[in-house]
């Protein structure tokens, strides 16, 4: 399958030699049979049609979905236009993205940060996932999508993230705000890198604590390509 990845961000420079990009992080998690091209939407680089890959997965970012970028804009009209016509998944930033351009709210939780392993019920199974209850996967966000599209169902919900994993009516559209894509030793980087700049001491310690725990990353890993082999 020929994937299209739209990356809306990069981790730290330090931490991107070490562990790589976020397309490249996919395609370790998605394996050899996912054909991988990025597109940086921040600099412009926009497919030209939703037809120019067999599918789309929208990256994570350090932007805000309401932040007055330019490049943000345009990438929301192609989400519009592409939606239905190839498979699309989203993560983390890419989910909140998806749920804003198809008519959703995001905004700042007042609740503060997600960080290190955060486990998610499963509250409505979909025919791409296995039995699992629940899952746990990294996860780096503080902006929550708080009101969900036209024709979005819930898929993952949690205490913290109601809307953790959104599925939606044209059944060629998924998003979640977990990152599956982080090994645990990146995510403990970054929560190293942001320590007492984005996080303080004890948000951190509890972020890197919970990293150690059994995750189930490549679960969730093998469900988005059982998505997008069954979407396509």
């Known amino acids: 399958m020929k994937l299209g990845i739209l990356e809306t961000g990069a981790p730290p420079e330090k931490l991107r030699e070490q562990f790589g990009d976020y397309p490249s992080m996919f395609a370790s998690l998605l394996g050899e049979t996912v054909q991988v091209t990025a597109y940086d939407v921040t600099r412009g680089a926009?497919?030209?049609?939703?037809?120019e890959q067999q599918a789309w997965l929208v990256t994570g970012s350090a932007a805000g979905v309401y932040d007055p970028l330019p490049w943000i804009g345009?990438?929301?009209?192609?989400?519009?236009?592409?939606?239905?016509q190839a498979p699309m998944v989203g993560i983390c930033f890419g989910h909140q993205a998806m749920a804003q351009a198809f008519g959703g709210q995001v905004v700042k939780s007042p609740k503060g940060w997600a960080i290190g392993l955060n486990r998610y019920d499963v509250a409505e199974p979909e025919?791409?996932?296995d039995q699992a209850p629940t899952i746990a996967i990294p996860a780096s966000h503080q902006d929550q999508v708080v009101r969900l599209p036209p024709g979005a169902r819930v898929s993952l919900a949690s205490g913290?993230?109601?809307?953790?994993g959104l599925s939606y009516d044209d059944g060629r559209s998924i998003s979640f705000q977990g990152h599956p894509e982080f090994d645990p030793a990146y995510a403990a980087a970054l929560i190293q890198a942001r320590r007492g700049k984005t996080y303080d001491d004890e948000t951190a310690d509890a972020g890197l604590?919970?990293?150690s725990r059994p995750n189930d990353r490549q679960r969730v890993g093998d469900w988005i390509l059982k998505f997008l082999l069954q979407a396509g």
Do not use: D, I, Q, V
Request: proline share 14%; net charge neutral.
């Open 46 to 51: 926009l497919p030209k049609s939703a037809g």
């Open 74 to 84: 345009p990438m929301m009209e192609f989400l519009r236009e592409a939606k239905g």
């Open 209 to 211: 604590e919970s990293l």
């Open 127 to 129: 025919p791409w996932m």
């Open 160 to 164: 913290f993230t109601p809307y953790a």
